[in-house]
């Protein structure tokens, strides 16, 4: 076997863009990277949205997704140059030799077939295996990666697993044809932190026993320090840094990767509550529409103008049903929400102006909640014209105050959504809610599909409004360095009741239950052998049960 599994040299990336109204122009992506991957080795890629990390992963299939085209240097594999091969060999390279791990399992799997025929689909189709002996290997795949019941659960469909029961599913699919290289393109992104720790756990120990070798590509270094060997950092197609683990981490020489080991910089001191709180609620139940169960069981939590409430779990715990209540999307079907002293009624649409106005919401994903076809001064300036009638030149004065505030500045009103980047969209939701003058913000998951830097610089903004503004915020996450960082109050949800709730030093301090402490343990720590440390804790304990 070479001594090199993967070698690129000179790598150069391109694509053709069609600008509103301009003519097509060429521009550049990646421009010129170097590197060498070991059998049996793993390079984490890591780098914001747009450096290049997905878009390389892909080069070493030989592939450029969405009209992206390798426009120069060399891609070894097996010490041949795959750019140079043909059709044939390409095809027998993926999915034989090159396998791919994308971030949505859910969007990847076919949803009318069973999942054991797609894991082995690949291994049988290039002969690798008889369908027998890949569906054996697929078996012990799913034991390897943790997976209950590994002998019959290939027999179910795509829904009937979990978010990260699927995920590793898809790692086993990739391993299924025994191939030289898995790229792993943010495979634990998506997923919850109890549900993350799992699916990495796995994917390391499968790496491990496989000896395959890996592209690791994420926007967190926390997490890509526990299953690498060496670390590229990267940055608008260019290679900022590059070294061991160790050194990444504990020694960065670059700027910008200084700039990523100290992300979550944000430190927010603990306010104490005023003497009434904006929102009160009291004994909430809530079930959805034809079903028998309550999905919220007796919620009862507060808070407090200028101040923050972080409600914490994992997917399914009730943390965005509880704002669906909050907002009237979803009618109580026991106990009351009080705002600003007085009893919101059940339904949205009986609710009169003034409480549609003080309560505002910004959204997950911002590509979703904003119109695409329309500028950037009409999504701001629609509340300002239906709560205040705001019209003509006093609408695009306050407008401009907007942006200002969200540190946009001029020359954004003319935009289009698709030409701002991810944190300008969020930036620009903020600035939506904050036209409304709101005394409540429910913020749900507003900075988790946001690089770590960009996330950084929202949540500052968000602080520095919420000082200026007075401006309550309920935030609704799974990140718990989030809630370190901005929260005041903190409500630990889970299977759709508070199990925790109180100030922040008092939440985030011991004794804890056993969720809220399963929780604070699974988030990555920036650290050699941490992963080792927790899958070694849950180990033992499980040995003592």
């Not at 076997?1 to 863009?17: C, F, N």
């Not at 205040?388 to 935009?415: C, H, M, N, P, Y």
Request: net charge negative; with cysteine.
């Amino acid at each position: 076997m070479s001594e090199t599994l993967l070698k690129v040299r000179g790598l150069k990336i391109g694509a053709t863009i069609y600008p509103p109204d301009e003519k097509s122009r060429d521009i550049d992506i990646v421009h010129g990277i170097d590197f060498d991957l070991a059998p049996g080795k793993v390079l984490g890629l890591i780098g914001e949205s747009g450096a290049g990390k997905s878009t390389i992963g892909l080069a070493a299939m030989a592939y450029g997704r969405g009209g992206v085209e390798i426009t120069g240097g060399s891609v070894e594999v097996n010490d041949r140059d795959i750019l140079q091969s043909g059709i044939r060999d390409v095809r027998h390279l993926r999915g034989a030799e090159v396998t791919y791990v994308s971030q949505s399992a859910a969007a990847s799997f076919n949803p009318a077939k069973k999942i054991l025929e797609q894991v082995t689909e690949a291994a049988i189709l290039h002969g690798k295996f008889s369908r027998r002996e890949a569906e054996e290997r697929a078996v012990v795949l799913f034991g390897k990666l943790g997976l209950p019941d590994p002998e019959n659960i290939g027999q179910r469909y795509p829904h009937q697993v979990s978010g990260g029961q699927l995920q590793r599913c898809m790692t086993a699919l990739a391993l299924c044809p025994e191939p030289d290289l898995v790229v792993f393109d943010e495979p634990t992104t998506a997923l919850d932190v109890t549900t993350q720790i799992d699916v990495l756990a796995a994917i390391k120990e499968a790496i491990r026993d496989t000896g395959v070798s890996a592209l690791y590509i994420t926007h967190d270094l926390a997490v890509v320090a526990q299953v690498s060997d060496h670390i590229m950092v990267l940055r608008m197609g260019e290679m900022v840094e590059y070294g061991t683990v160790d050194q990444i981490i504990n020694a960065p020489r670059e700027d910008y990767t200084k700039a990523l080991v100290s992300v979550r910089s944000v430190q927010h001191e603990e306010k104490q509550p005023t003497p009434h709180p904006v929102l009160r609620v009291e004994a909430v139940n809530a079930r959805y529409k034809g079903t028998s169960f309550d999905v919220l069981k007796d919620i009862n939590v507060e808070l407090h103008l200028g101040q923050t409430l972080a409600v914490v779990g994992e997917s399914g715990s009730g943390k965005s049903t509880l704002a669906r209540v909050i907002t009237g999307l979803l009618p109580p079907s026991a106990g009351k929400i009080t705002f600003a002293g007085r009893e919101l009624t059940p339904d949205l649409a009986s609710r009169p102006l003034e409480d549609l106005r003080e309560l505002q919401m910004i959204y997950q994903m911002a590509d979703t909640a904003m119109n695409p076809r329309q500028t950037v001064g009409t999504i701001i300036g629609r509340p300002l014209e239906f709560y205040f009638g705001l019209k003509g030149a006093e609408k695009q004065k306050r407008i401009q105050e907007l942006l200002d505030q969200i540190e946009l500045g001029t020359g954004f009103q003319d935009r289009y959504p698709a030409e701002l980047s991810g944190g300008q969209k969020q930036r620009v939701c903020i600035a939506r809610a904050l036209a409304a003058k709101p005394r409540l913000i429910i913020c749900d998951e507003v900075t988790s599909a946001l690089d770590p830097l960009v996330a950084d610089g929202i949540l500052k903004l968000l602080l520095s409004l919420q000082k200026s503004e007075d401006v309550a915020y309920l935030f609704i996450t799974h990140d718990l360095a989030t809630v370190r960082a901005i929260s005041d109050s903190i409500a630990v949800m889970y299977q759709g009741a508070v199990v925790r709730y109180g100030p922040k030093s008092q939440v985030l301090s011991p004794p804890f239950d056993d969720y809220t402490d399963l929780l604070l343990s699974s988030v990555p720590e920036m650290r050699l052998g941490w992963l080792e440390e927790v899958i070694a804790n849950r180990k033992m304990e499980s040995a003592g049960n």
